[in-house]
T-cell receptor, first 114, second 117 residues
């Protein structure tokens, strides 16, 4: 089955700095890579996703890059704000055969210091 | 409406109890999922339903019994649980026919925080 590794497990940045979280996956058939943000005591919420036919996707301060050859993808947050503090999970799945069954990475606790 | 609603929010049960977790969505999604999340860990997939049929059971013990009464509802029946089953149980749903690529976002409910004593 799929195995997703995520680094770092914790990340502390100063407000306004950039944050980068990296993930690697093992199953070359995986083709959909979402990123979820989970605040303490709340549900995971999708913040951005990318499919394997695209190398990069951006949404305001958030961007995701994908390297299919190396089987890794990264989340970039620019101009971080205290409200970005949360746990971020990367995930992978195989569309369409596996629906949206997500295998998650271990999570990154991001702390943005004012 | 992009809500997945789970009840109850919190549940404390003894090891001999029988209880049920409920999940509801009205987005017309035909795939629904149960995930288990232990503290400081990622969600782990337990079950997948597609068009009200159980598609995937990720080797979950039989003390967890899922049920999908209709396209909007998903239940998880609990019986004879162990303290190590204490966790946040998350329900999720996504659009599209299982096996056909469609709108891919999986929406999560707030979860039921289960404590087994």
């Amino acid at each position: 089955g799929e195995n997703v590794e995520q680094h770092p497990s914790t990340l502390s940045v100063q407000e306004g700095d950039s944050a980068v979280i990296k993930c690697t996956y093992s199953d070359s058939a995986s083709n959909y890579f979402p990123w979820y943000k989970q605040e303490l005591g709340k549900r995971p919420q999708l913040i951005i996703d990318i499919r394997s036919n695209v190398g990069e996707k951006k949404d305001q301060r958030i961007a995701v890059t994908l390297n299919k050859t190396a089987k890794h993808f990264s989340l970039h947050i620019t101009e971080t704000q205290p409200e970005d503090s949360a746990v971020y999970f990367c995930a992978a799945s195989r569309l369409p055969n596996a629906g949206n069954m997500l295998t998650f990475g271990g999570g990154t606790r991001l702390m943005v210091k004012p | 409406d992009t809500e997945v609603t789970q009840t109850p929010k919190h549940l404390v049960m003894g090891m001999t109890n029988k209880k049920s977790l409920k999940c509801e969505q009205h987005m017309g999604h035909r795939a629904m999922y149960w995930y288990k999340q232990k503290a400081k860990k990622p969600p782990e997939l337990m079950f997948v339903y597609s068009y009200e049929k159980l598609s995937i059971n990720e080797s979950v013990p039989s003390r967890f019994s899922p049920e999908c009464p209709n396209s909007s509802l998903l239940n998880l029946h609990l019986h004879a649980l162990q303290p190590e089953d204490s966790a946040l149980y998350l329900c999720a749903s996504s659009q599209g026919k299982f096996g056909v690529e469609g709108n891919t976002e999986a929406f999560f409910g707030q979860g039921t925080r289960l404590t087994v004593v």
